[in-house]
């Protein structure tokens, strides 16, 4: 298990856009404090408004973690899961950063549906590949 850092931030963005929120909803992309948390970008560069669209492209932690208070750290969680995603994650502000830990399997099907029209298929792994006479190309381990 890992964190996923940024690449969690898709989930984030299904919580905003199924709380209404349009990719050209606009935010403040400016420091922020959480308590006793800064969710700095990277490089600490800051672009002012944008909307959400061009806040994804760009990775942008503030307005993550933005969205996250607005939509709950709960309804991230619940996205995350509806998307396979089967790790405990913990709901709170940061979640928006990957701070929960998953496999690096459960994120990359999690991702499928985003591309697939929001269809999950059942993941599997090639076991073996072989020509049309029956030379095996490729043999994976059992283990």
Avoid: C
């Amino acid at each position: 298990r890992r964190q996923p850092g940024s690449a969690f931030k898709p989930f984030v963005y299904m919580a905003a856009l199924e709380a209404g929120r349009t990719p050209d909803s606009i935010r403040n992309d400016a420091p922020i404090k959480i308590g006793k948390w800064t969710p700095d970008n990277y490089g600490g560069k800051y672009y002012g408004k944008v909307t959400l669209a061009t806040a994804l492209a760009k990775s942008l932690n503030s307005v993550a973690a933005q969205l996250t208070m607005e939509v709950g750290p709960d309804a991230v969680v619940e996205a995350a899961h509806r998307m396979g995603i089967q790790s405990d994650l913990q709901a709170n502000t940061s979640i928006a950063l990957g701070t929960s830990e998953v496999t690096p399997l459960e994120l990359t099907s999690a991702y499928v549906p985003f591309a697939n029209g929001g269809y999950k298929p059942d993941i599997h792994f090639i076991q073996r590949i072989t020509t049309a006479n029956g030379k095996v190309l490729y043999e994976g381990s059992t283990g």
